[in-house]
């Protein structure tokens, strides 16, 4: 299948500051990319879906000036997490859509928010 | 109408033995049906996924079944191995620029 990386794969940081999770399609182009949160033993939760040089749409509850979504190109999405807490402490996973339906996740990114 | 409902929540199966996931779907505009399977820790692995156009489709040990009239499609895990042992997760989807819908997953574990 195709592949789908994500960095980091997992990131600590202080409450109040922001991280970025950068998601790239290896090899293929991704107009489409989506954006999950998951928490333990839960299943995924769709956060937002970015098209290449558009702006995302955000599910209903999440807060887009929170979780900035960039999808600069047809290759990369970075997820922005601003003024972190610890309740956004989390697995955030991307996928991206290959062809009409496939979507390929990336490996994940565990966020904790001390 | 946009759910997908998953059974079991979890499933422990003796090595060598199948595993069975069910999952149903209430809205008919869907027609892709993917299959993924995640580790702990790991994103999710794209697995085998099912069109309506037919009612199973198998891929080694991994077979879809499809039931379009009862809106029901299933997973099956034949000669399942402890490397099995992962969260399943159904999901579905209409062609085209729209989200999956995943099921809630199941916890498979495959004992010696």
């Known amino acids: 299948g195709a592949v789908v990386s994500q960095h980091p794969s997992r990131v600590i940081c202080k409450s109040g500051t922001s991280v970025k999770i950068e998601c790239r399609s290896l090899d293929f182009q991704a107009t489409t990319m989506f954006w999950y949160r998951q928490f333990p033993k839960q299943s995924l939760m769709l956060m937002a879906t970015s098209n290449e040089g558009s702006k995302a749409t955000y599910e209903q509850g999440v807060e887009k000036d929170k979780f900035l979504i960039n999808h600069a190109s047809l290759t990369l999405s970075t997820l922005t997490v601003t003024s972190a807490h610890p309740e956004d402490s989390s697995f955030y996973i991307c996928s991206a859509r290959f062809g009409v339906n496939e979507q390929f996740f990336g490996p994940g990114t565990r966020l904790t928010v001390l | 109408q946009q759910q997908v409902k998953q059974s079991p929540q979890s499933l422990i199966v003796q090595k060598g033995g199948i595993s069975i996931i069910n999952c149903a779907y209430e809205?008919?505009?869907?027609?892709?049906f993917p299959w993924y399977q995640q580790f702990p820790g790991k994103g999710p692995a794209l697995l085998i996924a099912?069109?309506?156009?037919?009612s199973e489709k198998k891929e080694g040990r991994f077979t879809i079944s499809f039931n379009k009239s009862a809106k029901q499609f299933s997973l099956h895990i034949m000669d399942s191995q402890p490397g099995d042992s992962a969260t399943y997760f159904c999901a579905a989807t209409v062609s085209g620029n729209t989200p999956l819908v995943f099921g809630k997953g199941t916890r498979l574990s495959v004992i010696a």
């Open positions: 099912i069109r309506p156009d037919v």
């Open positions: 809205n008919t505009a869907f027609d892709y």
